[in-house]
């Protein structure tokens, strides 16, 4: 099934909740990512059991703080 | 106020430009703009709010000019190296121009001292520029509770991200996208992840334009969007983010009534 993961296509070949599908995509840390799917921002407690269907919007949106070398 | 015959030269090309002309010049030396961080973000921001002749200019910080930090943070100079950064932002402010009355406020900010900065100068916009999520968040809800229009970004690596928030506009939010900050577990640390030097150009430059936008009213804002930038794919994006009814502080209801002090590893941007 296709669905849209930031702006791009991709098929899927069964329907995955989105704690499976950030597996799938290998996000490495999913504590880091906000996911909204289809314009609504998806509660964390409900990763689990929120399934994607056929033709669903995601994206996938990192936290962002800084990252450098510092003291 | 009128200009005078400085002020038209070094401002004339706002001034042609329709939507500035010398009413909206005048409208940015009025304005009055914090910018918390002056790092990776906050040191291009404050560059271009100072050449466009943002009338007050309040920069945040606690930290001294590392060496480390030039690679980004090009308000600093290698003569500066030790120097309070709010000091060496004034002092390159006040050499770009002299138009621009810069206020300094050597602390980090926390749950005790931000309303207080925010409101110092009863400024019109604010910026975050700061490189952790215990001030992200901190920077977020104050803005929301004094309905202070700001402006989030964050950088690490290649990739940027910001948003604007306007008040009483049915605006997100950055809880509406992030409900709270990550784990600790979870933050790569500052020595881990690094940052391309330019992001910080990039992103604090963009900020600077919802800032002046904003004040001239001028334009479409980020307000309701995420703009994430990849500099590695050179590829922007601009995703929709609704307002959430039951967001913890901006919400119909909301439940963080109080300004919370996060504990988190605090790195330079």
Do not use: W
């Amino acid at each position: 099934m296709k669905v849209t993961i930031n702006g791009k296509e991709k098929q899927l070949e069964n329907e995955v909740n989105v704690l499976e599908l950030l597996a799938i995509n290998d996000v490495e840390m999913p504590e880091m990512v906000s996911v909204e799917l289809n314009g609504v921002i998806v509660d964390r407690d409900d990763f689990g059991s929120t399934i994607i269907r056929e033709n669903d919007t995601i994206e996938f949106l990192y936290f962002m703080g800084g990252g450098s070398v510092g003291f | 106020m009128d200009f005078n015959e400085q002020q038209i030269e070094r401002y004339s090309r706002h001034i042609i430009l329709s939507q500035v002309g010398v009413e909206g010049q005048q409208k940015l030396l009025n304005a009055k703009v914090l910018i918390i961080g002056t790092g990776g973000l906050g040191a291009p921001a404050a560059m271009f709010l100072a050449a466009a002749g943002i009338g007050t200019i309040g920069l945040v910080d606690a930290d001294n000019v590392d060496l480390s930090n030039l690679q980004r943070q090009i308000i600093h100079q290698t003569k500066d190296v030790g120097k309070q950064k709010v000091l060496s932002g004034k002092e390159t402010i006040n050499e770009m121009n002299p138009d621009v009355n810069v206020v300094i406020y050597n602390t980090f900010v926390n749950s005790s001292n931000i309303l207080e900065i925010i409101n110092d100068q009863d400024y019109d916009f604010v910026i975050d520029g700061t490189d952790n999520f215990a001030a992200k968040f901190l920077i977020n809800d104050a803005c929301v509770m004094a309905k202070k229009p700001y402006s989030h970004a964050g950088i690490i690596r290649f990739n940027g991200q910001l948003t604007t928030y306007i008040p009483d506009n049915d605006t997100a939010c950055y809880r509406c996208m992030f409900k709270e900050p990550p784990p600790e577990g979870a933050v790569p640390t500052c020595r881990e992840a690094g940052v391309l030097g330019v992001m910080g150009g990039v992103i604090g430059t963009m900020q600077a334009t919802e800032a002046i936008k904003y004040i001239l009213g001028v334009g479409e804002s980020l307000a309701g969007y995420l703009l994430t930038y990849d500099a590695f794919d050179m590829e922007f994006r601009k995703v929709k983010i609704n307002r959430k009814s039951n967001c913890p502080v901006c919400g119909d209801q909301p439940t963080i009534k109080e300004l919370i002090d996060y504990n988190g590893p605090v790195c330079e941007l």
